[in-house]
């Protein structure tokens, strides 16, 4: 590998806003803001969604029924067959 071309990898805190709580990852991310947590000093990252408060993930997403193209087409054009 080449010398001093690749960014440091180090631990950061990213911490979801949305949900208050914070997540220790390995990243190249860099940051001016840093963050304490159990006695550790971090480069901290905010972020307003993870995995931990997307609806995905969490089950809580809604989804709805929609109708496949073949049945939208048939409701639009169905006074077209009667003819």
Do not use: C, W
Not at 35 to 53: H, L, M, N, W
């Amino acid at each position: 590998m080449k010398p001093n071309i690749h960014p440091d990898y180090e631990q950061v805190a990213f911490h979801d806003t949305s949900i208050d709580k914070y997540f220790i990852v390995g990243s190249t991310i860099k940051s001016d803001r840093t963050v304490e947590i159990e006695g550790v000093t971090y480069p901290y990252v905010p972020i307003d969604v993870s995995s931990e408060s997307h609806p995905f993930y969490t089950g809580k997403q809604k989804i709805t029924a929609s109708d496949g193209r073949v049945a939208q087409f048939n409701r639009r054009f169905k006074n077209l067959a009667s003819k």
